[in-house]
């Protein structure tokens, strides 16, 4: 069974979708930047060790991401997966971890990498908004797609609305992306893609705003 590796900054909705999900994997730590992170708390309610790796206590990104490597070594994990991790990694973290490390952002990328991406997306007019799962490369949100969900934006919507809506499906396919790793039917090749053995199902497509 695989050894996963959870990294948060927050409130931790993502990472608890990911420890109701009865995955096939162990998961082995939660690791916050912020010891006042609320995820902290739901992942000792279930039963994961938790530990505080603040970046307030090293000199620069390079000394916190090798204090974070070895914290995250300790644990042996096969999987790093950021759950809404506020820290920009620097490359020899990234290249670490390479086709071990994956990352949920709330926007259909590459469109809207960075943050704000709610508000950017009303403000631009898109009618059509999501979210995507990434294999982590040391550009910042642009590294290989694993999976995408999309929602449509609303007339009446405001940042809140559209970051709820989102919010939903990101708890959706982050599950459904960390069981694919965890069962090796998902994986990043060494020519950078993304590659799966799964069969593809077409489904359908979201128009928005709807055509009737
Ligand atoms: C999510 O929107 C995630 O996509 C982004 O940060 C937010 C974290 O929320 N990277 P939570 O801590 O998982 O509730």
């Not at 996963?4 to 993502?14: H, K, P, T």
């Not at 995955?23 to 739901?42: H, Q, R, T």
């Not at 990328?109 to 490369?137: D, M, W, Y």
């Amino acid at each position: 069974m695989k050894k996963v590796v959870i990294l948060i900054s927050g409130r931790g909705s993502n990472m608890q979708s990911l420890l109701e999900a009865k995955l096939p994997c162990e998961f082995v730590a939660v690791i916050s930047n912020k010891a006042d992170a609320g995820g902290l708390k739901i992942a000792q309610q279930h039963g994961i060790p938790t530990a505080v790796v603040s970046h307030r206590d090293h000199a620069d990104r390079a000394a916190f991401d090798m204090a974070l490597a070895e914290v995250i070594d300790s644990y042996q994990a096969d999987l790093v997966v950021l759950a809404g991790f506020m820290r920009i990694l620097t490359t020899p973290f990234v290249e670490r971890y390479r086709g071990k490390l994956i990352n949920i952002h709330p926007s259909l990328l590459p469109s809207f990498a960075g943050i704000n991406t709610h508000e950017r997306a009303l403000q631009e007019g898109v009618k059509i908004h999501g979210c995507t799962v990434h294999f982590v490369t040391p550009t910042l949100d642009s590294g290989p797609i694993i999976i995408q969900a999309a929602v449509p934006v609303l007339r009446d919507d405001t940042p809140a609305k559209l970051s709820a809506r989102v919010l939903r499906e990101e708890h959706r396919i982050f599950p459904q992306a960390v069981r694919w790793l965890c069962r090796e039917q998902v994986w990043l090749n060494s020519d950078g893609r993304v590659a799966t053995n799964r069969l593809e199902q077409p489904g359908a497509a979201l128009i928005s705003p709807g055509l009737s």
